[in-house]
């Protein structure tokens, strides 16, 4: 159970092009979904945090024009690199809350995205 | 906000020998601190998690131990083996949800 499907597994893409990420709960609800980035050998870095049917809450120094989050509902929450550049090029990795009190996340397989 | 860190960045052990991992965190709100391990290109994957209210967890080789008051927490791998080769990840949540990483440990387990 508590399996979160993420889509694309990796993406290449022109430098000024946009390209969405897609997370979906398979089999629970996901009421909050947490977006990562991760650069090569280093850490998990939260970016923003997206609550269903409400705007996304971003961290200090993440652009929220650049890395667009929608969670229109229970089930898929969307990131979408705007205008995607070189320096965008990162793992990017979803998690799902699958606890009822907050405990216990699963994570996404990852997007590799790749700039050119 | 949270802080975590995380020592050592790389360890190196021998097929069968102990591996211990340590993280401190700042926010004596975490509550829930749990343990991922991610191997080359794939996602993290939960090994073992303890919350606030237990200082210790185990499930077989691998177990974890939490020290509230001093706000340290430690991985500690038993009869390691080299598929526990890779990058282990702690972290620490408080009840929004939102997860602070610590910045991984690469065990490599020698045959």
């Known amino acids: 159970g508590a399996v979160v499907s993420q889509h694309p597994s990796w993406v290449i893409c022109k430098s000024g092009t946009s390209v969405k990420i897609e997370c979906r709960s398979l089999d629970f609800q996901a009421t909050t979904m947490f977006w990562y980035r991760q650069f090569p050998k280093q850490s998990l870095m939260l970016m923003a945090t997206?609550?269903?049917?409400?705007?996304?809450?971003?961290e200090q120094g993440v652009e929220k024009d650049k890395f667009l989050i929608n969670h229109a509902s229970l089930t898929l929450s969307t990131l979408t690199v705007t205008s995607a550049h070189p320096e965008d090029s990162s793992f990017y990795i979803c998690?799902?809350?699958?606890?009822?009190?907050?405990?216990?996340?699963?994570f996404g397989s990852g997007t590799r995205l790749t700039v050119v | 906000g949270e802080n975590v860190e995380q020592h050592p960045s790389t360890l190196s052990v021998q097929e069968g020998d102990s591996a211990v991992i340590k993280c401190t965190y700042s926010d004596s709100a975490s509550n829930y601190f749990p343990w991922y391990k991610q191997e080359l290109g794939k996602r993290p994957q939960l090994i073992i998690d303890i919350r606030s209210n237990v200082g210790e967890k185990k499930d077989q080789r691998i177990a974890v131990t939490l020290n509230k008051t001093a706000k340290h927490f430690s991985l500690h791998i038993t009869e390691t083996q080299p598929e526990d080769s890779a990058v282990y990840f702690c972290?620490?949540?408080?009840?929004?949800?939102?997860?602070?990483f610590g910045d991984g440990t690469t065990l490599t387990v020698k045959p």
């Open positions: 998690s799902a809350r699958t606890g009822f009190l907050g405990y216990g996340y699963t």
């Open positions: 997206s609550n269903e049917g409400s705007k996304a809450t971003y």
């Open positions: 972290a620490a949540s408080t009840d929004a949800g939102k997860s602070t």
